[in-house]
Structure formats: C-alpha cells, structure tokens
C-alpha cells in the first residue's frame, strides 16, 4: 500500500479507474467527517482515499500528497517514516477536549435531554413492547 500511495499506480481498466475513484471520494469525505467528529477514525480513511487516488486519478492523488494541510503525514507515511510528538501530543490534546466537553454537555443538558418528549415517547413505545 505505501509503495502504491508513494508512487501510483493507476489501475488500467476504465470502469476501475471509476470504481476506485469514486471509493476515494467516499473515504475522503468520511475522513474529513472522522477529522471534526472524534468517534470516527479520519487518519485512516484518508490514507485509504489517497491509496484510491493513486489508483485512479494521479491529479488528485498529487493534490492530496502536496495539501499543505494533511500532505507532509501522507509523504511521510508513504516514507515509512512515524508520527511525529507534536501530532500526537495536538491528537490526545483534541481527544481530552472532546470528552470534557462531552461530560460538560451531558451534565448540563442531561435532565432536559431525559425529560423530553420524544425521549418520553420512546419509552412508551418500549413499554408496550
């Protein structure tokens, strides 16, 4: 998989080349959501998009291996080369964040969340059952 990210290696059949293109479009797109939404891993669908891209469309692939965001980790994966401390210290720093505002949001919401109406209706539903 590295070798293919670093290099390309665009499939030869036309409907692949589609096929594989629009998987990059779906992995990015759950990649940028896994990058605001901490539940879903973004790191690794847009490294498997850039694997897509490679494999259909070398513009695209050279746009993601040169974004001025995210570019350099790509390059450096496709190096074998590891995460650097500062990405990994801003990760975990985004991740305790995310809980804290998660523990913040619930106790603070948690009673109206519980004493709403369709929360209500759905334990209605389940008592019937």
Not at 24 to 46: D, E, H, K
Not at 106 to 120: D, K, Q
Request: hydrophobic fraction near 50%; include cysteine; charge should be positive.
């Amino acid at each position: 998989m590295r070798q293919t990210i670093k290099h390309g290696n665009i499939a030869k059949h036309k409907g692949l080349k589609y096929l594989f293109f629009l998987l990059g479009l779906l992995c990015l797109f759950v990649g940028f959501t896994g990058l605001i939404f901490p539940i879903i891993p973004g790191a690794v669908f847009v490294l498997f998009s850039t694997y897509f891209f490679a494999r259909s469309s070398g513009r695209v692939h050279r746009l993601l291996m040169h974004n001025r965001i995210f570019g350099k980790h790509l390059q450096d994966f496709a190096d074998g080369k590891k995460i650097p401390l500062q990405t990994k210290l801003v990760g975990a720093g985004i991740m305790i964040l995310s809980i804290v505002a998660a523990v913040y949001i619930y106790e603070a919401y948690s009673a109206e969340i519980l004493n709403s109406s369709y929360v209500l209706y759905v334990k209605g539903l389940l008592h019937l059952i």
